[in-house]
């Protein structure tokens, strides 16, 4: 349990700097472009980010899943993987640049063409980096799979900084900013892991392929819906309304998605501990405690960011945000049940049981699309805030059911604390002060 609440503060700690420093960079693109830009930026982004998920196949959660196993010599396992990467990113970039020709007037308008096919470079290093990092999870090497993430955020800042506040460049230099940054820590990624394990096999082993695909296609769709449920409001709000609704709203949603650290960190750590732990007693025990602790130091930062709103977008994002305030506040509400919902998501695929999370996460990502088409022509992206919301919160609440049942925990020990947590952190203040 202590190297477990180590990796978890370690892995805790990384994701606070990147979110940190992910603020920063965001907080640039958004002063420097303005809210209409802004809202060009991450439309064209999107594109990206919604082809590469969709291409996936399960194979991240897969590839964490069957390193954790012991089962085939990583040497193939890595192979394996940077061939399904430059396969599937390939296959996403031609699926793209279909979309882009033919549909991007209807799917994405007020988008101009260019600003599309720039996002569509990031596919391959966007691919690559988030599934071959996994390797590292698998591992349990948890302070070298933080270490990359936060080295691709830092050099996206530094580079950002350089490019959008030195030079006064626009849409074209935060993509530009990305890519290169992608682009650095793919090639620093493929080299340490390729050290870390002694090599790459590039050969054909079909038994490891049709597991990953088995088990990847077990956990695909509930990967798609999960990120669907994040994103599809974005789009959304451009089909309803314009670029400049976006702009603001992105603001909101990017901040709520900021605080998804906590829970992330903590998911970070459980799946492979799930998946490789063979003491019964053990495995029920460490997602309760996890989960009930996540959803504790969450509901106090929603609380801060909550009452500290207004000045939060005026002082970092300036008063031309201040439409982004009132959604904010209404997405910080869903953040605290999309936080244990993500907890034990990470437990249950862990388990072998990702089914479950896809039948759940299809049937909220219907809610939150349906919510989302009454609510935004009533009320604008307001309405969009309240429709994620809801849905995030129904969503914990469903999964929150199944898992009690499948672990054999009672509910209370999932979500409320214990003396024992309140006692850590007694002893964790006591001690740092």
Request: hydrophobic share 55%; aromatic share 16%.
């Amino acid at each position: 349990m202590g190297k477990f609440t180590k990796d978890s503060l370690i892995t805790l700690t990384t994701r606070v700097l990147q979110l940190v420093i992910g603020v920063g960079i965001y907080v640039i693109i958004a002063r420097v472009l303005g809210p209409e830009k802004n809202g060009i930026y991450f439309l064209a982004i999107l594109l990206p980010a919604l082809l590469t998920i969709f291409t996936n196949f399960g194979l991240t959660s897969a590839l964490v899943f069957h390193v954790g196993k012991n089962k085939y010599p990583l040497k193939e396992i890595f192979g394996t993987s940077v061939m399904f990467s430059i396969s599937m990113s390939a296959s996403a970039v031609i699926m793209g640049s279909i979309i882009i020709f033919f549909f991007s007037s209807k799917l994405f308008p007020g988008i101009e063409k260019n600003y599309l096919f720039l996002g569509l470079s990031l596919v391959p290093f966007k691919y690559f980096l988030n599934l071959i990092m996994n390797i590292w999870l698998g591992m349990q090497k948890i302070e070298k799979y933080n270490f990359i993430q936060f080295f691709n955020t830092f050099i996206f800042l530094l580079l950002i900084a350089i490019l959008l506040l030195g030079f006064h460049f626009g849409i074209k230099a935060a993509i530009l900013a990305e890519f290169l940054s992608l682009f650095i820590a793919s090639t620093f990624l493929f080299s340490g892991i390729k050290k870390e394990i002694g090599g790459i096999s590039f050969s054909l082993n079909k038994p490891l392929i049709k597991d990953f695909f088995s088990f990847g296609s077990r956990s695909y769709f509930s990967s798609v819906s999960q990120f669907l449920h994040l994103k599809i409001d974005i789009w959304m709000i451009n089909i309803f309304l314009n670029p400049l609704a976006v702009g603001f709203y992105a603001v909101a949603s990017l901040i709520s998605e900021k605080i998804q650290v906590i829970s992330q960190s903590g998911g970070t750590v459980l799946f492979p501990k799930v998946a490789a732990e063979t003491n019964g007693q053990k495995l029920r025990d460490f997602t309760p405690l996890v989960c009930r602790n996540i959803l504790f130091v969450t509901f106090f930062v929603v609380l801060i960011i909550f009452l500290l709103s207004y000045w939060i977008i005026v002082l970092f994002y300036s008063e031309a945000y201040l439409y982004s305030v009132l959604p904010l506040r209404i997405l910080l509400i869903g953040t605290i049940g999309f936080s244990g919902y993500t907890v034990l998501t990470y437990d249950l695929s862990g388990r072998g049981r990702p089914i479950v999370n896809t039948y759940i996460a299809i049937a909220s990502l219907i809610l939150n699309i349906l919510l989302n088409i009454i609510f935004i022509p009533k009320f604008g992206i307001i309405g969009a805030a309240g429709a994620t919301a809801i849905s995030y919160n129904i969503a914990f609440l469903i999964e929150l059911f199944f898992y009690s049942k499948i672990s054999g925990n009672r509910i209370k020990d999932i979500i409320i604390l214990k003396k024992s947590d309140l006692q850590f952190y007694k002893k964790f203040l006591l001690k740092n002060n």
